[in-house]
């Protein structure tokens, strides 16, 4: 069985910040992807950014990278230079790779962004 | 390039009536995913196909419930006598077997059952 767990349920951030969100994760299978979504008060999710666990870099997408710590099984996000539009609901996400094609989410962080 | 479609984006119902939802997936993705999500919390999965085939239902998926992707292309989700409980966001994705199968999102379809 795979877990998600996001331990911030709301964050609040100055515009221009940088922020951190946390997201611990835990599986027993070898092979997997981690996802984070961002989901606006309208209700899409939208995906940003995925790291696959056999990845030797961390992955970047423009403002968003994924700090990803295998042995502490952790995939923090990290948006860089906060802006308005970023606040959203964001949720953290995983897959098995192989025989399990669903994902797992977790609780989401509600981020706000003040001006 | 368009991306997932749901219709409708809203439905209110009665207790006990059927309802059915519709999800057009990206053209080129063959694989295509349901899940609800309820108010405060993430999405759970419900049902995937791939093309045609349902692979795997959940067991949220009750008899109440039922999924058909005919021809591989759209899809529908149907819940039969609804219940309060129903009341949810009912979301479809998309995905093409790749690298990473990222699941790209619909709009959603809002179900409140009264």
């Known amino acids: 069985a795979q877990k998600i767990t996001q331990t911030q349920p709301g964050m609040f951030v100055q515009e221009k910040e940088a922020v951190t969100l946390d997201c611990t994760y835990d599986t027993s299978d070898p092979s997997y992807g981690l996802f984070w979504y961002k989901q606006p008060s309208s209700g899409e999710m939208i995906f940003l950014i995925y790291?696959?666990?056999?990845?030797?870099q961390n992955a970047t997408e423009g403002r968003y990278s994924l700090n990803f710590q295998k042995a502490r099984k952790s995939a923090n996000l990290v948006i860089s230079a906060s802006q308005l539009g970023d606040s959203a609901m964001y949720f953290c996400?995983?897959?098995?790779?192989?025989?399990?094609?669903?994902?797992?989410f977790g609780t989401g962080t509600r981020l706000t962004i003040i001006p | 390039d368009t991306g997932v479609s749901q219709d409708p984006r809203h439905k209110i119902t009665k207790r006990g009536q059927n309802v059915t939802f519709r999800c057009d997936p990206i053209s080129e993705h063959n694989r295509l995913y349901w899940y609800r999500q309820t108010l405060g919390q993430g999405p759970e999965f419900l049902t995937y196909f791939q093309n045609e085939a349902q692979l795997e239902k959940s067991r949220l998926l009750s008899d109440r419930f039922s999924a058909e992707r005919p021809k591989g292309s759209f899809s529908t989700l149907e819940i039969q006598r609804t219940e309060q409980g129903d009341s949810a966001m009912y979301l479809c994705?998309?995905?093409?077997?790749?690298?990473?199968?990222?699941?790209?999102f619909g709009p959603g379809t809002r179900l409140t059952v009264l």
């Open positions: 790291q696959g666990s056999y990845d030797q």
């Open positions: 994705a998309s995905s093409h077997r790749g690298d990473t199968d990222t699941q790209y």
């Open positions: 996400a995983m897959r098995a790779n192989f025989g399990n094609e669903k994902l797992t």
